[in-house]
């Protein structure tokens, strides 16, 4: 496949890209719907030229190159690939000659329709772009047509696109699109073009090479910790280990004394070592004596932590969801009540965070960085240096893991403060795998308490209670309303059982001095936990199995019914299996997805688990890249037993204990068993795919190691201790 990333460094800065970077060429308006309103139309390039028209993800130039501009970015789940095939798909471009680019900050042009800013995460890249790029694809082509139409004087209705062309099959003819690119551009847009009847599509649906996979075999891919300048220097970051302590005092003899180091800057919250190279500086970091104020947070403690929520839990919180009455639907039926806790988890991303700036003349400055939300990066540091956004040039990267890690901007701000104190020298500032563990915004501790009555074998009143952070208030103030945080009960609102009497409440409650922020699912992970968990109880307790219990409260869950039936098939549920080994199952409804998952595994003597079988049946709407579906469940159910088995995130004296993957441990490949996904054909729009897997792991394993011992885990990570009967259960 002819096709290639243009690097981030190499492109011209925004301002010039608009003055004329692609002069010549065809540019395609397209304007989205972002929380009930509609992103301003871009200027002209060059209002003295009537060629070009407002560009947001197509570029077309005269000699026929087709340039994709991503709104989202790329971290390792295929976006990049499917939002090309979207694009391609519409547009009939010649598929095998797409270049692609990375989107520069602009949220009246990239906006994430879901978020209202330009943003990739909640799974949510193909579900919320998906109508917006097949229109802005169908729009273009609709244009060349158009003007091809013209060319030869006949009705546009007579002629059709392919692979980059416009023919008249009447008469044979055939333009390119670089040929008609200037034509096209004095075309009208169409407000509302013919899109594709999914039977006609050709690339949509059909497995598709990655177009990042060649670049990173051979290493040429370039992620932000890559990005290297001319005369660069390098630095590392040592931020105070007790949560908003201060620098005390700094004894530097020794780190100015190895080879390589340039400089040490102190900042009233963290120490840096500038080298001319990472070594030096890490050397030089090792070496500095930081004596810290630790300040108010230094007695905060895990036991603390967990005392605080459990106590603010027993408040009443706020109403998110109800229906029926559920208070007479508890005066009768066998009754049902189980307490269910998640800690905090860290992302752990292969890429440890890291930026490179080069601070400017004017006061404004350029960033190299792999972000998940490129403009709130430009914003914060125009805000940090106080210039207008449009001095502050943000070139985005291939990231290696963001997990929702990356939605902050923090490490572009730590780079910037202390590049103000070089003498204009570009800077790298890379973390350290320990600083980056302790440094984290770390998935919420949360809370969950469940009631059920159950009359004539179906639950028939459900009080459910979540108790955590809420991120929303912090990162997105208007999806935190009345009190309720959006995210926090996800999964929880729109959990897929028919219940006719329920009632979903929010306890907010932040925990002392640590900083949460998202990962990868945060709500629905929590959440499908506790409801799956709880689900199984009941069926058990009752002496139903628990695949045929999920499906007897789902007669209005027909996607829902349709994968436990796969997934049933598919798994060999109910066959006989041996002493100490079970099945689990876990239905979810999240991120607009419907997917079943049972996990096989076995409890050996010692509590240890050994995962034997995963199958996975998944319906998420039309299926853009079939791989990318395939893979994005696998490693996401990879990640979230992981999580399950190991992850687990303590606090003591104010600070992580956690601090490489010698204690914060990862899954290794020899315990990864074969995992089977099913794809469900479905004419359905897409759902998301990305954090799916991560919440669907952990509850098909809790409920594994349930069948296969009797012992009903309510709390994360597995404690092997209870698995070998060497403690009691948490209850």
Known sequence: MNSMFKDSMAKPSRRAFIKGGIAGGFLLAFHMPVFGGVNEPNQPLDETNGKFSPNAFIRIDRAGQTTLVMPQVEMGQGVYTSIAMILAEELDADYSQLTLEHAPPDDKAYANPVFGVQATGNSNSIRAFWKPLRTAGASARAMLIQAAAKHWKVDPSSCTASDGKVMHDASSRALSYGALADAAAKE?????PPLKDPKNFTLIGKPQKRFDTPSKVNGSAVYGIDAMLAGMKFATIMASPVFGGKVSKVD??????????????????????????????????????????????????????????????????????????VNKAFESGDKFNAVFELPFLAHATMEPMNCTVQLKPDGGCEIWQGTQVISRVQQTIAKLLGVSDDKVVVHNHLIGGGFGRRLEPDMAVKAVRVAQHLNGEPLKVVWSREEDMQQDVYRPVYRDEISATVSDGRISGWKYKVSGSSIMARWLPPAFQKGIDIDAVDCAV??????????????????????????????????????????????????????????????????????????????????????????????????????????????????????????????????????????????????????????????????????????????????????????????????????????????????????????????????????????????
């Not at 009208?188 to 509302?192: E, I, M, N, R, Y």
């Not at 959990?495 to 306890?507: L, T």
């Not at 791989?627 to 104010?654: N, R, S, W």
């Open 188 to 192: 009208t847009a169409p407000k509302d």
């Open 494 to 731: 729109d959990q897929p059982y028919d219940i006719p009497n329920f009632e979903v409440r929010y306890v907010r409650v932040e925990p002392p001095a640590v900083p949460t922020g998202f990962w990868r699912g945060v709500g629905p992970n929590n959440n499908v936990f506790a409801i799956e968990s709880f689900i199984d109880e009941v069926a058990r307790k009752l002496g139903k199995d628990p695949i045929a219990f999920r499906k007897s409260m789902l007669d209005k869950g027909p996607r829902s019914k349709a994968v436990l039936d796969l997934v049933a098939q598919k798994s060999g549920w109910g066959q006989p299996l041996g002493k100490r080994v079970g099945r689990g199952v876990c239905l979810q409804p999240a991120f607009a997805s419907f997917i079943a998952t049972v996990i096989e595994a076995e409890v050996d003597e010692q509590g240890e688990v050994l995962l034997r079988k995963i199958t996975s049946a998944v319906d998420t709407g039309i299926v853009v890249n079939p791989d990318t579906v395939v893979a994005q469940l696998q490693g996401g159910i990879i990640f979230g037993l992981t999580a399950a088995l190991y992850g687990e995130v303590t606090i003591d004296g104010g600070r992580v204990q956690q601090s490489n993957f010698h204690n914060y441990r990862m899954l290794r490949i020899d315990q990864i068993p074969s995992i089977d996904v099913h794809l469900v054909q479905s004419g359905e729009a897409p759902g998301g795919i990305g954090e799916t897997g991560a919440t669907a792991g952990p509850p098909a394993l809790r409920n594994a190691i349930y069948a296969a011992t009797g012992i009903p885990l309510r709390r994360l990570p597995i404690d092997r201790d209870v698995l070998a009967g060497r403690k009691q259960p948490w209850a």
């Open 252 to 325: 530097d003899s020794a780190a100015r004394r190895i080879p390589g180091v340039q400089q040490v800057v102190v900042l009233d919250d963290m120490v840096a070592v500038v080298g001319d190279h990472f070594w030096a500086a890490k050397s030089g970091l090792d070496a500095l004596k930081v004596t810290w104020d630790r300040g108010p947070n230094a007695i905060v403690s895990n036991d603390a932590i967990w005392k605080h929520l459990r106590e603010e839990s027993a408040k009443e919180g706020v109403v998110a969801k109800a229906a029926g009455d």
